[in-house]
């Protein structure tokens, strides 16, 4: 008894020293909640915190203390206390530790609920991952961004896909992540609470530039969100080479080509329009408007020697419209006037 | 030539040549077909399994079957071989399960210090941010890399407690299928070989997962590495049907099932599983393989040029993954099982009481392997499955605390009020509760799908599995190397050193874990090669890393103090635990055939504290001369 006494005291301390510690600190574990999901998130973890900070004093008290006090004495050959076990404390830990468990799990499912049931009047933002891009449509208004754009207080449901492999939406400070996988689209519903910059982090392994597959996020207050849609809606002033850009910059194309000679991924642009080039199979061909418009729509037809290993997305014909191609073979050939 | 008498030797010739084989088979082929003559990967996958036929026969492991076809007999040879010297033997096909639990453990190991060294590396990339030594291709490899070595070291390590004890506890001369179970050790080299040779062949990129489209689209190291695994998978299969064969067959009389030693219940819960869930691992890879090679769109919903030319209908994406985890769940059981049976074993010989509650945790090892059957989509919370079906396996997976705590409750349980004594083996035991505590305790948190949503695919998770992982695994083994190595050797270790090792990674250990957590709950990414510093998880990783590095400095003391020891410590006791387990009542080192006559039990297996109780009734002639 006087030992269960004493156990049970150190129990306590530990426990209670975590939990001080917990209440203040619990915050800095984690980033910013700038989400209403987050704040289920958190709650969720910081209860699971709470009953982990106990089992961990409880299991590591008994140690502690057992150490000291059931240490063998020098000289001490003998054995401890003979008892096999006691069917009643096996019940109880067996049981409690379910009803405990089950708790959690029934609370988990109510949250998952909560954060998962649309609302009326959501934002769709459809959103695709590429190697290493991420895309933004917003299909009520015909607008498409690399930078991510949401109002405030108000739901969004991102609408997920991806063109080539597995990728994953996750804004650390929304809490809430979801996988872009190839042929289904995923929603994923977040409110932002808080307007400032973020950023998307991918987070599922998606190859070679999987560390840097990043895009900004943008929370804004309704009025200037609205504008935001205003400038974007308005009709483009350029010419189509300006389209062309634009249409580079969302679809991440200048991820993996640049546009000033340097070295990268794939080719570069600049002044290849109108340049006899060596293939992979060695034929020479020139590139024109045809050869250009077949490499974006299927780039494993005819590799430029000297990229036989690299892999752009195949699936590229499925996002860009007729326009789109247009638009951005002008750009590349726009380039190409520059050298001259 | 004497080299040549070394089975390994031979092997890896054969290897080389059945590779080469393959190469020219794949080439003529194509030639005959009017084709261009050389296709890399088709020609390496057909080499590889040509290779891995080739090291079969040349280390050995086929001969006697082959013998038998021709209706020759084979007489069991026993002891070392009569015409090398001794540790030959341990080189070539031995049919000894002491000799094969020997090879499994100390390849093993090798195993685990290639996987960490490659650790190191990427930890000394990540200390901070931006890219300072390698390359983000190298990077992917390495990780990769690392994962799959390390799973392989560990199922070997697996493999060497179970072949090398599980005899020796239930009072078997030997395993049920002495042949099966050589051919079961070996077949781990040519894989082991196979999976280290992607490094050779441009890497990959996917981490051990695997996960397709990325892995339809990786480097053709991506395929050297899926061959690797699948031959590993068939030693699992082999040696967890020789192991359950060996148990339900072989007991010493008066052995009933609740008399075991408690261990031998842990290699029959991962047996089990071993039995039913590798074939799953196998099969999804080798879809990863045809739909590679041969353009069967099982996976990729964006079909390949080759697929369209093969007329092939998309795929689907997750279902690879449900396939995957159907194994690679379960697995982590197999990883941990025998290392929690190592603490329930080690624990009453060194607190000189009775194993609390020793029914309950047996029935708790086949209760964990059992609902870990049905758990496994909490790996694809945040993946696209069916969203309602993330209730029930949230549900599942909560469970799966049940069992896991009626452990750390019963191990408490044995401790408290005995005479708790500290040798290296007890240290690495009461090390391993610590940590497998923090690995079990932030478990419930990915089980919850709310919460899981953040942590899935963070730092968070790594901590997690770490920790389960050395706790489960890596604690208990290293606990098992010092408590054996006097009836496998003959001599005792050091335990100054000893003692260093754990006082080394054990502290080591405590800080990689939380910091991995820390980082994580801060948003850092499982699998990049660059962080942010903005989420301030610099200070963390440095941490981390020189964590890492204690944690391997420890390994190598251990390694200097059992490679020394081996040969110069002092002369073993019969018994130096008083241990009441059957191996410690006959002499140090174990004879060639272990019991010269079959004993009996007689009663529990723990009582320790119980004057009279007898657990092993030896003949008196096979007892040792001098029990001290």
């Not at chain 2, 689907?316 to 603490?343: D, E, R, T």
Request: aromatic content about 12%; some cysteine.
């Amino acid at each position: 008894m006087k030992h269960l006494l004493g156990v049970s005291a150190l129990i306590a301390a530990i426990t209670l020293a975590a939990w001080a510690w917990l209440g203040t600190g619990f915050d800095k574990l984690l980033p910013i909640r700038a989400s209403e999901e987050s704040f289920y998130v958190d709650r969720l973890l910081g209860m699971q915190f709470y009953v982990i900070a106990f089992l961990f004093a409880l299991i590591i008290g008994f140690m502690l203390y057992s150490f000291i006090v059931f240490r063998r004495r020098p000289g001490d050959d003998g054995d401890g206390d003979h008892f096999h076990g006691n069917t009643t404390l096996e019940v109880v830990w067996t049981v409690v530790p379910l009803g405990v468990v089950l708790y959690f799990a029934v609370l988990g499912t109510g949250y998952l609920s909560d954060i998962t049931s649309p609302e009326t009047d959501e934002l769709v933002v459809e959103v695709t991952g590429s190697q290493w891009n991420w895309r933004f449509d917003y299909p009520e208004y015909g607008i498409s961004s690399a930078e991510l754009f949401l109002p405030v207080n108000r739901q969004t449901v991102l609408e997920l896909t991806s063109i080539d492999v597995i990728h994953s939406f996750w804004v650390p400070e929304f809490r809430v992540k979801q996988d872009a996988v190839p042929g289904m689209v995923h929603p994923l519903r977040i409110t932002p609470t808080e307007t400032g910059a973020y950023v998307v982090r991918c987070a599922e392994i998606c190859g070679l530039d999987h560390s840097y597959m990043l895009a900004d996020v943008s929370v804004m207050e309704t009025a200037d969100f609205d504008a935001w849609l205003q400038s974007q809606m308005a009709p483009p002033t350029g010419g189509l080479a300006e389209v062309g850009a634009e249409l580079a910059q969302v679809n991440g194309c200048l991820g993996c080509h640049s546009i000033d000679g340097s070295e990268n991924t794939g080719p570069t642009w600049l002044g290849i329009y109108g340049e006899e080039v060596y293939l992979a199979d060695g034929s020479e061909i020139i590139i024109d408007d045809a050869y250009l418009r077949a490499s974006i729509i299927d780039p494993g037809s005819q590799i430029v020697a000297g990229f036989e290993n690299v892999s752009m997305p195949a699936n590229f014909g499925a996002v860009l419209s007729d326009a789109d191609l247009d638009a951005l073979v002008a750009y590349i050939a726009s380039l190409g006037k520059d050298k001259e | 030539m004497v080299i040549f008498s070394l089975g390994i030797i031979r092997g890896i010739v054969g290897q080389i040549v059945g590779t080469a084989v393959g190469l020219i088979l794949v080439t003529l082929i194509r030639l005959l077909m009017g084709l261009p003559a050389w296709k890399a990967e088709p020609a390496m996958i057909i080499g590889a399994l040509i290779g891995a036929v080739g090291f079969m026969i040349g280390v050995g492991a086929l001969s006697d079957w082959f013998k038998w076809m021709g209706g020759k007999e084979t007489p069991m040879h026993h002891g070392p071989p009569t015409d090398k010297p001794a540790w030959t033997r341990y080189f070539s096909v031995d049919y000894n399960h002491k000799v094969i639990g020997v090879q499994y453990a100390v390849t093993g190991i090798l195993l685990v210090l290639v996987a960490g060294s490659l650790a190191l590396i990427f930890r000394t990339e990540l200390a901070q941010t931006g890219l300072q030594y390698i390359e983000a291709a190298t990077f992917n490899t390495l990780f990769g890399m690392h994962g799959i070595v390390m799973i392989a070291g560990i199922l070997l390590g697996v493999g060497g407690m179970i072949n090398y004890l599980v005899p020796l506890m239930i009072g078997a001369s030997d395993m049920a299928f002495p042949r099966l179970n050589a051919f079961g050790f070996w077949i781990n080299v040519p894989g082991a070989i196979l999976v280290i040779s992607a490094l050779f062949m441009g890497g990959w990129d996917t981490g051990w997962t695997g996960y397709p489209p990325l892995s339809v689209l990786a480097p053709m190291g991506v395929q050297a590495f899926m061959l690797g695994v699948y031959l590993v998978g068939i030693s699992s299969i082999v040696g967890s049907a020789n192991t359950l064969v060996t148990v339900a067959k072989m007991r010493a009389p008066g052995m009933s099932w609740f008399r075991m030693p408690i261990f031998v219940w842990a290699a029959v819960a991962t047996s089990i599983i071993q039995l039913t869930a590798t074939q799953l691992i196998g099969l999804s890879f080798l879809m990863v393989t045809v739909e590679r090679v041969l353009g069967m769109g099982f996976f990729n919903p964006v079909l390949t040029a080759h697929a369209i030319e093969v007329g092939s209908p998309p795929g689907n994406v997750v279902l690879f993954q449900h396939l995957f985890w159907f194994y690679s769940h379960p697995a982590v059981y197999v990883f941990i099982l025998p290392g929690l049976g190592i603490i329930s074993e080690l624990l009453p010989v060194f607190a000189r009481k009775p194993l609390f509650g020793y029914k309950w945790i047996a029935l708790s090892s086949l209760a964990i392997a059992l609902v870990g059957f049905l758990v496994w989509a909490h790996h694809m919370f945040t993946a696209g499955m069916e969203p309602f079906l993330r209730i029930p396996f949230q549900f599942a997976t909560m469970l799966v605390a049940v069992p896991t705590g009626v452990k750390f409750f019963s191990w408490v349980g044995t401790i408290w009020r005995g005479k708790l004594e500290f040798p290296t083996p007890m240290l690495f035991v009461l090390g391993a509760i610590s940590v497998f505590l923090i690995g079990g305790l932030t478990g419930p948190p990915n089980g919850t799908v709310t919460t899981d949503l953040y942590l899935h695919d963070t730092y968070w998770i790594v901590g997690h599995f770490h920790a389960t992982m050395f706790g489960g695994f890596i604690f208990p083994f290293f606990a098992a190397l010092y408590y054996w190595f006097p009836k496998a050797t003959g001599r005792m270790y050091n335990e100054r050193l000893g003692k260093l090792h754990f006082w080394l990674i054990l502290p080591g250990f405590w800080v990689q874990s939380l910091g991995q957590i820390a980082v994580g709950l801060l948003g850092m990414r499982r699998r990049i090669a660059d962080y942010d510093p903005a989420l301030g998880i610099q200070n963390g990783h440095v941490w981390i890393t020189v964590a890492g590095y204690v944690i391997g400095l420890s390994v190598l003391v251990m390694i200097y103090n059992l490679a020394w020891s081996a040969r110069k410590g002092p002369v073993a006791a019969a018994n130096p635990w008083r241990s009441r387990s059957p191996e410690f009542q006959i002499p140090s080192p174990i004879p060639e055939h272990s019991y010269a006559e079959a004993f009996v039990i007689t009663g529990e297996p723990y009582d320790y504290g119980l004057p009279g109780a007898t657990y092993v009734a030896m003949n008196p002639s096979a007892a040792p001369a001098a029990a001290d």
